[in-house]
């Protein structure tokens, strides 16, 4: 970072420095106090942080405000007025006013709500989230000041993503707090951290446009595989071309100017993948921050000839893009998920370890519900990804931590006595220094858990609430037991000795029954998808059955009780999901029979009818030299056009009864046959720029 970027880092963001200078002295301690605490919100202030903030957006350069929110699309959304207000004939004045800022309304009827609203109901409603600040989006001809809200209907049922998060952050929230006290600790404040790394590919714009399946669909329907691609891992953190340096100094320079810590960029493992990951922050922040880093990936590819596929699986055979999900929880701005100094710190450490282990244990079926959709199917299990089976890598060092506890015994090998919580002589819990397990989903990494599962193009919104409110559940789970158990009042002497007693039992209990769900292994292993089901882990291989979870009554249940999604909403979304992912299957099947039928065929059919000419010419010739090669390579296109006649023909009757498994199988059976004409069709008359192109010319 050059001190240019280091003087306008944060500057298109109303942060704590803007609010300081655009707003009065107390009314920016209450805002203040809201972003960093979680204070409720005066609703007085209103008025004077509208003003301060228009002031500060109209010297930034905006022309317009808009309410910026998250609609269950997977996107971003976004109506954009102006601040211009007419007062008279040719006159008018810029305003902006407490109630622009708090709420707006905006026209809900084309997003998806699952049937929490009827079609001809088209009122939608944005809320101010004031503890993600105000930005700035800057374009070639202005800016516009975005303030992210939540999007609600009528009724105030949750039509947006990040209504639940905020809910889920204050259920593990409280139930944090609630388990703190238990270890004699003051109220404080949590805080929920994330960093999400974010692959993705890019490959020349003028290929782009060329594959009507990358323009439809984000993916590769078709492309055979070429004969180097990643098997020689030189691409990995490789050195970065100048171009794609451009790039992302370009994506940099306007991340930083938004206030987003964005950190490292590297070349990625398969060619043309790339990857960004920013620093932690608190969690609705840096979920509100992957989206914008989405969008600028975008903005910044098109503006240099490039085009970003954030699909998790743009091309197969190599690797797929994911959204890995470093997540964390502190207590006072101190995380819990390291290992303490002291034996009531471990002891911390180990509770909300095994609180966490028994929400993935209980609760891994809404993990991988939250990971599904079309583009993820394809990645999952495959180049890299983690598979479909939710499980959790702790590391030799934690492993062995977590089975001394269990059994009461040291073992050998480690050196240490055995772990008794809250005592003195504890052994500290030392900080793992094992490898990383990329074939785990759900992985401990030194201070916090790395979820790999979810893909490249989602919002990270869903798969963190699902955990903030499993994990909320398991801590309250075992505070219901610790309560039925301790019998001591907290005041007294034999509080913390009978405390540390039965909490050691209590995670005796909680790791045998819940250590089903450790695993250290290859996830890709065909032996350990045998042991998962042994173990009784599911193992839900695609979207439909993936969403299925949602149906519960116990799951349903759950986040009702938490207050997360009611079991409306939760239906709701289970209808969206099902109904978005049979959409976007349905429209891989048309993209790949209308290439199939009106781009390969066609060139098929001429390579054919080319090659049967020559052969006829040569024969009534008399040429002897040739004939042989000319005839089994016309043999081979001969049969490949037919197999294409009828692998078409089968996806066609697919497509017309719409069932997603029907359409994949056939858009697979056809895409071998089209992969292996690739291989025998003139290069120069193959219609689609090929993978060798696609991955290597950029």
Same mark, same amino acid.
């Given at each position: 970072?050059?001190?240019?970027?280091?003087?306008?880092?944060?500057?298109?963001?109303?942060?704590?420095?803007?609010?300081?200078?655009?707003?009065?002295?107390?009314?920016?301690?209450?805002?203040?106090?809201?972003?960093?605490?979680?204070?409720?919100?005066?609703?007085?202030?209103?008025?004077?942080?509208?003003?301060?903030?228009?002031?500060?957006?109209?010297?930034?350069?905006?022309?317009?405000?808009?309410?910026?929110?998250?609609?269950?699309?997977?996107?971003?959304?976004?109506?954009?007025?102006?601040?211009?207000?007419?007062?008279?004939?040719?006159?008018?004045?810029?305003?902006?006013?407490?109630?622009?800022?708090?709420?707006?309304?905006?026209?809900?009827?084309?997003?998806?709500?699952?049937?929490?609203?009827?079609?001809?109901?088209?009122?939608?409603?944005?809320?101010?989230?004031?503890?993600?600040?105000?930005?700035?989006?800057?374009?070639?001809?202005?800016?516009?000041?975005?303030?992210?809200?939540?999007?609600?209907?009528?009724?105030?049922?949750?039509?947006?993503?990040?209504?639940?998060?905020?809910?889920?952050?204050?259920?593990?929230?409280?139930?944090?707090?609630?388990?703190?006290?238990?270890?004699?600790?003051?109220?404080?404040?949590?805080?929920?951290?994330?960093?999400?790394?974010?692959?993705?590919?890019?490959?020349?714009?003028?290929?782009?446009?060329?594959?009507?399946?990358?323009?439809?669909?984000?993916?590769?329907?078709?492309?055979?595989?070429?004969?180097?691609?990643?098997?020689?891992?030189?691409?990995?953190?490789?050195?970065?071309?100048?171009?794609?340096?451009?790039?992302?100094?370009?994506?940099?320079?306007?991340?930083?100017?938004?206030?987003?810590?964005?950190?490292?960029?590297?070349?990625?493992?398969?060619?043309?993948?790339?990857?960004?990951?920013?620093?932690?922050?608190?969690?609705?922040?840096?979920?509100?921050?992957?989206?914008?880093?989405?969008?600028?990936?975008?903005?910044?590819?098109?503006?240099?000839?490039?085009?970003?596929?954030?699909?998790?699986?743009?091309?197969?055979?190599?690797?797929?893009?994911?959204?890995?999900?470093?997540?964390?929880?502190?207590? #006072?701005?101190? !995380?819990?998920?390291?290992? @303490? &100094?002291?034996?009531?710190?471990? $002891? /911390?450490?180990?509770? %909300? *370890?095994?609180?966490?282990?028994?929400?993935?244990?209980?609760?891994?079926?809404?993990?991988?519900?939250?990971?599904? #959709?079309?583009? !993820?199917?394809?990645?999952? @299990? &495959?180049?890299?990804?983690?598979? $479909? /089976?939710?499980?959790? %890598? *702790?590391?030799?060092?934690?492993?062995?931590?977590?089975?001394?506890?269990?059994?009461?015994?040291?073992?050998?090998?480690?050196?240490?006595?055995?772990?008794?919580? @809250?005592?003195?002589?504890?052994?500290?819990?030392?900080?793992?220094?094992?490898?990383?397990?990329?074939?785990?989903?759900?992985?401990?990494?030194?201070?916090?858990?790395?979820?790999?599962?979810?893909?490249?193009?989602?919002?990270?919104?869903?798969?963190?609430?699902?955990?903030?409110?499993?994990?909320?559940?398991?801590?309250?789970?075992?505070?219901?037991?610790?309560?039925?158990?301790?019998?001591?009042?907290?005041?007294?002497?034999?509080?913390?000795?009978?405390?540390?007693?039965?909490?050691?039992?209590?995670?005796?209990?909680?790791?045998?029954?819940?250590?089903?769900?450790?695993?250290?292994?290859?996830?890709?292993?065909?032996?350990?998808?045998?042991?998962?089901?042994?173990?009784?882990?599911?193992?839900?291989?695609?979207?439909?059955?993936?969403?299925?979870?949602?149906?519960?009554?116990?799951?349903?249940?759950?986040?009702?009780?938490?207050?997360?999604?009611?079991?409306?909403?939760?239906?709701?979304?289970?209808?969206?999901?099902?109904?978005?992912?049979?959409?976007?299957?349905?429209?891989?099947?048309?993209?790949?029979?209308?290439?199939?039928?009106?781009?390969?065929?066609?060139?098929?059919?001429?390579?054919?009818?080319?090659?049967?000419?020559?052969?006829?010419?040569?024969?009534?010739?008399?040429?002897?030299?040739?004939?042989?090669?000319?005839?089994?390579?016309?043999?081979?296109?001969?049969?490949?056009?037919?197999?294409?006649?009828?692998?078409?023909?089968?996806?066609?009757?697919?497509?017309?009864?719409?069932?997603?498994?029907?359409?994949?199988?056939?858009?697979?059976?056809?895409?071998?046959?089209?992969?292996?004409?690739?291989?025998?069709?003139?290069?120069?008359?193959?219609?689609?720029?090929?993978?060798?192109?696609?991955?290597?010319?950029?």
């Amino acid at each position: 970072m050059t001190d240019t970027s280091l003087k306008t880092y944060g500057e298109d963001v109303f942060s704590e420095k803007a609010i300081r200078r655009h707003l009065p002295k107390d009314v920016a301690a209450k805002l203040l106090a809201t972003m960093r605490d979680a204070k409720p919100l005066d609703p007085s202030i209103a008025d004077a942080v509208a003003q301060g903030m228009k002031d500060w957006a109209l010297k930034s350069g905006a022309t317009h405000f808009t309410h910026w929110f998250q609609p269950l699309t997977g996107g971003t959304a976004e109506k954009h007025d102006a601040f211009l207000e007419p007062t008279g004939p040719a006159q008018a004045v810029q305003k902006f006013s407490g109630k622009n800022l708090i709420g707006g309304e905006t026209d809900a009827s084309s997003f998806p709500s699952g049937g929490l609203r009827s079609t001809f109901e088209a009122r939608g409603y944005t809320a101010w989230d004031p503890t993600s600040p105000a930005f700035i989006k800057r374009h070639a001809n202005g800016a516009t000041l975005c303030i992210p809200t939540a999007f609600c209907a009528y009724t105030g049922a949750a039509l947006d993503m990040k209504t639940p998060l905020l809910r889920s952050i204050q259920a593990v929230s409280r139930a944090t707090e609630r388990l703190m006290s238990k270890f004699g600790k003051p109220k404080a404040h949590v805080s929920i951290t994330l960093g999400a790394e974010q692959e993705y590919f890019l490959i020349d714009r003028s290929f782009y446009l060329k594959r009507p399946d990358l323009l439809q669909t984000g993916r590769t329907v078709y492309g055979a595989a070429p004969a180097k691609h990643q098997q020689l891992d030189d691409h990995y953190f490789g050195a970065i071309r100048p171009r794609i340096l451009k790039f992302m100094t370009e994506v940099e320079e306007r991340l930083w100017r938004l206030g987003i810590p964005a950190k490292t960029r590297h070349n990625e493992v398969a060619p043309a993948q790339f990857e960004l990951a920013p620093m932690f922050e608190d969690l609705n922040l840096a979920v509100d921050h992957n989206m914008l880093v989405m969008e600028v990936l975008k903005q910044a590819a098109e503006a240099n000839g490039l085009v970003c596929l954030l699909h998790e699986k743009p091309f197969e055979g190599v690797n797929g893009s994911g959204k890995h999900c470093n997540w964390s929880i502190a207590y #006072g701005g101190k !995380n819990l998920l390291s290992p @303490g &100094a002291s034996p009531r710190d471990n $002891a /911390i450490f180990l509770t %909300f *370890l095994s609180a966490i282990v028994r929400a993935v244990d209980l609760h891994s079926d809404m993990l991988r519900m939250a990971t599904a #959709g079309a583009g !993820n199917d394809h990645r999952l @299990g &495959a180049n890299e990804a983690p598979p $479909a /089976i939710i499980s959790v %890598f *702790l590391g030799d060092e934690l492993s062995a931590v977590m089975r001394e506890i269990e059994t009461g015994r040291a073992e050998r090998k480690t050196g240490r006595t055995a772990m008794k919580i @809250g005592v003195d002589t504890m052994p500290p819990i030392p900080r793992d220094t094992t490898d990383r397990n990329r074939t785990s989903p759900f992985a401990f990494t030194g201070n916090k858990f790395e979820f790999r599962a979810p893909g490249s193009s989602q919002n990270c919104a869903a798969s963190q609430m699902v955990l903030n409110t499993i994990v909320a559940e398991s801590i309250d789970a075992i505070c219901d037991k610790l309560d039925a158990l301790v019998d001591v009042p907290e005041r007294s002497p034999k509080y913390t000795d009978r405390f540390n007693e039965e909490l050691q039992k209590l995670l005796q209990r909680l790791i045998r029954k819940h250590k089903r769900v450790l695993f250290s292994g290859d996830g890709y292993a065909k032996e350990w998808k045998a042991e998962a089901e042994r173990r009784g882990l599911p193992n839900l291989h695609d979207t439909l059955e993936a969403i299925a979870p949602m149906e519960s009554p116990a799951n349903r249940a759950l986040f009702a009780k938490y207050g997360v999604l009611t079991e409306g909403e939760m239906a709701s979304r289970r209808e969206i999901a099902a109904e978005d992912y049979e959409s976007r299957v349905l429209i891989e099947g048309k993209v790949a029979l209308e290439i199939g039928r009106s781009m390969i065929r066609p060139v098929v059919a001429d390579e054919f009818s080319r090659l049967a000419t020559a052969i006829g010419r040569a024969s009534r010739d008399g040429l002897k030299v040739g004939i042989a090669g000319l005839k089994a390579l016309s043999l081979k296109l001969g049969a490949g056009l037919d197999d294409l006649h009828v692998k078409c023909e089968r996806l066609e009757k697919s497509v017309s009864k719409g069932e997603p498994r029907g359409i994949l199988r056939a858009m697979g059976d056809l895409r071998r046959t089209v992969d292996r004409l690739e291989c025998l069709v003139d290069d120069s008359k193959w219609p689609l720029p090929k993978y060798r192109e696609m991955l290597f010319i950029y």
